[in-house]
């Protein structure tokens, strides 16, 4: 589904929504204005739809492809996810048989769950607007929820971690969903997410062919200088960030202060 106008846009972004510096005409697609801010190089939508308007694109988005049972099927483990797993198990030492507890925005139908279900001193919980993905990770006796992470109210310094794989460029309000992630995290806990990235190459040499443009879908274009001041003005400290990968992606590993 496209989007060729915008809809009844909830807010509008008249600076950079990070830094608060000057943005200028970067990029038109379908109807909506893609600024530029020209103090720290955040790339961002102008009008943004309404948190309502965007539950339910993405719910009409995703629900074709996993309600179809092979593509679960293929979908149920990755290597990637269990290096991740792997990797933030490795980073958050278990405390005196307490269980750890990890919290996946986007969790589509489970497959980093999966990986941390099978860790006997882990809990993971899992939210994302789809519903077709979240029921198939409840058959999968994982911890889902239709739900964005405000919405589930959960207890401050809950989690030991926080992922974010492919989220925050769709997120309706970005000081809204990082003020979130920083509540809900204890002290000393990890974020860790990916998203497209404009320090990559691709977008670079693409311009404005490069697949990844897409407002409603996607609001933010970030590239490493961007995300991490982003992260740091908001309780951070960041520990990795690269654009090194043969995708267009960043990655951020960041630990609340
Ligand atoms: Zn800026």
């Not at 509008?12 to 893609?34: A, K, L, M, Q, W």
Request: glycine share 8%; with cysteine; aromatic share 14%.
């Amino acid at each position: 589904m496209k989007t060729k106008q915008v809809i009844g846009a909830a807010y509008t972004n008249v600076n950079c929504p990070i830094c608060g510096g000057e943005g200028r005409h970067f990029h038109s697609h379908d109807g909506y204005e893609i600024d530029r801010c020209g103090d720290c190089g955040f790339i961002y939508t102008k009008e943004i739809p309404s948190t309502d308007w965007l539950k339910q694109y993405y719910s009409n988005q995703y629900s074709a492809n996993v309600t179809d049972g092979a593509y679960n099927a293929k979908k149920t483990w990755g290597l990637k996810h269990w290096l991740l797993a792997n990797f933030l198990s490795f980073l958050t030492p278990s405390r005196g048989g307490q269980t750890k507890k990890l919290l996946e925005i986007g969790c589509s139908q489970g497959v980093l769950l999966r990986q941390f279900k099978a860790k006997k001193d882990w809990h993971a919980v899992g939210v994302d607007y789809g519903g077709a993905a979240v029921n198939f990770a409840c058959q999968q006796g994982l911890d889902a929820h239709v739900s964005d992470v405000e919405s589930m109210h959960f207890e401050p310094a809950t989690f030991d971690a926080v992922v974010a794989l492919h989220v925050m460029e769709h997120v309706q309000n970005l000081d809204v969903f990082i003020t979130e992630i920083h509540r809900v995290l204890k002290q000393g806990g990890y974020f860790f997410a990916v998203m497209p990235s404009m320090s990559h190459y691709k977008p670079k040499l693409a311009g404005a062919s490069w697949k990844y443009w897409g407002p409603p879908g996607h609001l933010w274009y970030f590239t490493n200088h961007s995300l991490t001041l982003f992260l740091e003005s908001n309780g951070f400290e960041v520990k990795h960030c690269s654009s090194l990968y043969h995708r267009a992606h960043v990655r951020i590993l960041a630990r609340k202060k």
